[in-house]
């Protein structure tokens, strides 16, 4: 089923040459299995294989970094909003997540913890028609009110890195 390019990168290290990846061009595969004539490539891992020859070699994989803040939002006008809040964030380098698929509140707070956020807040109707939120550290509990305006990244640097500092101390 494979047509001209076909490719296979083989562990020799491990004493056994087994194939740790493989793939290639499958130009009648589509149409061989009854569907219309399209070009295609694809390529397959044996992800075990990988990870044993990435161990052999001593690769070390880059930990994520937690997130720094986490915005759940209530409704969808809220979900717009904290689109938009969260994409000012990350401009400024900050990790930010948002809830995508419409969970509860404590769905998303759980998620918020699984997430080791640092910073959480809940946006909701009322925070958008006051044009304030509450952000809260999740390692103190500390909560402080917030403006949803063109100031908010300067005042959540400030909020976040002065908690940085009084962990330091």
Do not use: H
């Not at 499958?26 to 075990?48: C, H, R, W």
Request: hydrophobic residues 35%.
């Amino acid at each position: 089923y494979y047509t001209k390019t076909v490719f296979e990168f083989i562990d020799t290290e491990s004493g056994d040459n087994l194939a740790v990846c493989g793939g290639g061009r499958y130009d009648n595969l589509s149409q061989e299995l009854g569907g219309p004539k399209l070009t295609s490539v694809a390529f397959g891992i044996g992800m075990e294989r990988f990870l044993c020859v990435m161990d052999r070699q001593n690769v070390q994989v880059p930990q994520e970094s937690p997130c720094e803040i986490y915005i759940a939002p209530l409704g969808e006008p809220a979900r717009c909003e904290s689109i938009k809040i969260a994409k000012s964030l990350r401009q400024c380098g900050f990790k930010a997540e948002i809830d995508l698929v419409g969970r509860f509140i404590k769905p998303q707070m759980r998620y918020a913890n699984k997430l080791k956020a640092k910073f959480t807040m809940v946006l909701g109707a009322d925070e958008i028609d006051s044009r304030k939120a509450i952000l809260k550290n999740m390692q103190t509990g500390t909560q402080t009110k917030i403006n949803l305006n063109e100031n908010f990244v300067e005042e959540f640097k400030r909020i976040f890195y002065d908690s940085q500092d009084s962990q330091k101390n």
